[in-house]
């Protein structure tokens, strides 16, 4: 099954199941904008065939098509959430560039809108008040959102390169909210851009193609995106495989998500050096983290 990033053209960054959100390679590289009947061609074949896939394989789920009115979220997260549900990708942005123009950085909108919208959007299918599969096109918007502002999101950053690679990854057993989990990816991954540091994204940390990824490629440090707290043993041993595969013998893992939060002894339990549980902080705990171990050396 195709993921639904794998076929999003964000300026030629995706590879197939995996992607490069870095400067490098201009050669490798689509236009900042691709053509409307691109991004038109592309909705339409994700509407079409990876949507009806995905629901498929989540036949199980009550599907409730609209958002019922008593239950619809009044505040601006909620709004917006009804926006970008509906199939109007151009309103979403331009309700951005409005924010944006009444003096709000990007930074605060991701943090304060973007994310809390995309957990909203869980939170409705999880509750049964929203189909999957319009759920899984609005995150799939919303990523789109921040690809069509990431450079101006980057240039608000300003950072130098730091000649860091860092690789971010879901932990293991999130398929079932990919789309929701991919979406916290992409814009854990817009920070680290941002702060100079090239970034990849694997969407499965359980196939082979990881395990390659990770022993043929230099990472300096590894982000695991970690949404419960029921696979804790599992995230251990890809913890510990991450460590014997690399071939940076130094290499720093960091854990991000609620459970570690509420009882940071797990950062450790589970093979960790640290936790990053806000994207602003991703790149500067990644920067931290590998000065630490250096000096251990």
Excluded at 216 to 237: C, I, P, Y
Aim: hydrophobic letters at 45%; proline letters at 7%.
């Amino acid at each position: 099954m195709a993921y639904i990033s794998d076929q999003v053209p964000d300026r030629g960054l995706w590879k197939p199941a995996r992607l490069k959100v870095s400067a490098a390679s201009p050669a490798d590289r689509l236009p900042d904008r691709p053509p409307a009947e691109i991004l038109a061609g592309l909705t339409k074949a994700i509407e079409a065939d990876v949507v009806p896939r995905l629901v498929l394989a989540h036949r199980t789920i009550p599907a409730v098509v609209a958002i019922e009115p008593e239950k619809k979220n009044s505040s601006e997260v909620g709004q917006f959430a009804e926006m970008i549900l509906g199939r109007d990708g151009d309103a979403a942005t331009a309700h951005i560039q409005r924010l944006r123009d009444q003096g709000n950085p990007l930074e605060a909108i991701y943090i304060d809108l973007l994310a809390p919208t995309a957990a909203h959007l869980r939170d409705l299918w999880s509750a049964d008040l929203c189909d999957f599969a319009d759920v899984t096109l609005a995150l799939w918007r919303l990523q789109q959102v921040l690809r069509e502002f990431s450079p101006d999101f980057r240039a608000e950053g300003e950072h130098a390169e730091s000649g860091l690679r860092a690789l971010l990854v879901p932990a293991p057993g999130e398929k079932n909210e990919l789309a929701y989990v991919m979406f916290g990816l992409v814009m854990m991954a817009e920070f680290f851009r941002r702060d100079g540091v090239d970034t990849w994204i694997e969407p499965d940390p359980e196939s082979n193609e990881f395990s390659g990824i990770i022993r043929s490629q230099w990472f300096d440090v590894v982000e695991l995106l970690v949404k419960g707290d029921k696979k804790m043993d599992a995230l251990a041993e890809r913890i510990r495989m991450i460590r014997r595969e690399s071939p940076n013998r130094g290499i720093g893992v960091m854990v991000c998500g609620p459970a570690f939060v509420e009882h940071p002894e797990l950062v450790l339990l589970v093979g960790a050096d640290v936790m990053a549980n806000d994207p602003r902080q991703g790149a500067v705990q990644a920067k931290k983290v590998v000065g630490l171990l250096a000096n251990r050396r």
